[in-house]
Each structure stands twice: as structure tokens, then as C-alpha cells.
């Protein structure tokens, strides 16, 4: 899917290594036959931290 997203040049989000960096007990946490609350904040963090560094990156390129 990565590969893919490169290639169309569509946005992607890798939460595994952002999951990654998680203890091995707050990884168990993140699902339990569906997202956690747990989960849903984590990849909420994720996603936004995604979002503001895309953000970021157009800013900076419009401001030369």
C-alpha cells in the first residue's frame, strides 16, 4: 500500500511505527475486537501529527 500511495502521490499514515513506539502493554491496549478509546487517541495523535507536518511542509513552500 505504501508503494502505491508513493506512487498516486495519496496521503498515507503508517501507524505501525508510531505503534511502534508504544510499550508492549499500551500496544495491547490499542484494539479489543475494535479501536479502543485507547486506540482511537493514539492514532488520533498520529494522524493529526501527519496532518500538521503536511501543513507545515505547504506553508513553508508558499512562504518562498
Partial sequence: IEAWTTES???FVNLREGFAELTDE?????YDDHWTPFG???VAELVAAFIESRRLGLLRVSGQ
Fill in 9 to 11: 502521490e495519496t496521503a
Fill in 40 to 42: 482511537n487517541e493514539v
Fill in 26 to 30: 499500551d500496544r495491547l491496549r490499542l
